[in-house]
């Protein structure tokens, strides 16, 4: 098991930033790509970002791409997301994942191993 935790939601403005964090414990968070997720109300969950083990490679989904950026501290055992230019289509649960998977990142859900509680993110107009 790899309890994750994540911290950092919130309600903010339209255009607002927010950073989200998830911290593993139990084990090295570095031995796993570490993923991003979130789930608005009536829809499924969707990929948002992807960070392999060593940092150096990410992927964003294309409705993100310029304004998220995942990073992560291996030292630290924790895994980032910072959120700017917020609009409120960004508001929704967002999760943090593990995955084992072989590559250097994972976009499908069905490629994570563990998962967080969810964070509620709410972006007003």
């Known amino acids: 098991q790899v309890p994750l935790v994540e911290s950092g939601g919130g309600s903010v403005q339209a255009g607002g930033s927010l950073r989200l964090s998830c911290v593993a414990s139990?084990?090295?968070?570095?031995?796993?790509?570490g993923g991003w997720f979130r789930q608005a109300p009536g829809k499924e969950r969707e990929f948002v970002a992807s960070?392999?083990?060593?940092?150096?490679?990410?992927y964003y989904a294309d409705s993100v791409k310029g304004r998220f950026s995942i990073s992560r501290d291996n030292a630290k055992n924790t895994v980032y997301l910072q959120m700017n230019s917020l609009n409120t289509e960004d508001t929704a649960v967002y999760y943090c994942?593990?995955?084992?998977?072989?590559?250097?990142?994972?976009?499908?859900?069905?490629?994570?191993?563990?998962w967080g509680q969810g964070t509620q993110v709410t972006v007003s107009s």
């Open positions: 994942a593990a995955a084992s998977a072989s590559g250097s990142y994972a976009l499908r859900s069905s490629e994570y191993d563990y």
């Open positions: 960070i392999s083990r060593s940092g150096l490679t990410t």
């Open positions: 139990g084990r090295t968070f570095s031995t796993y790509v």
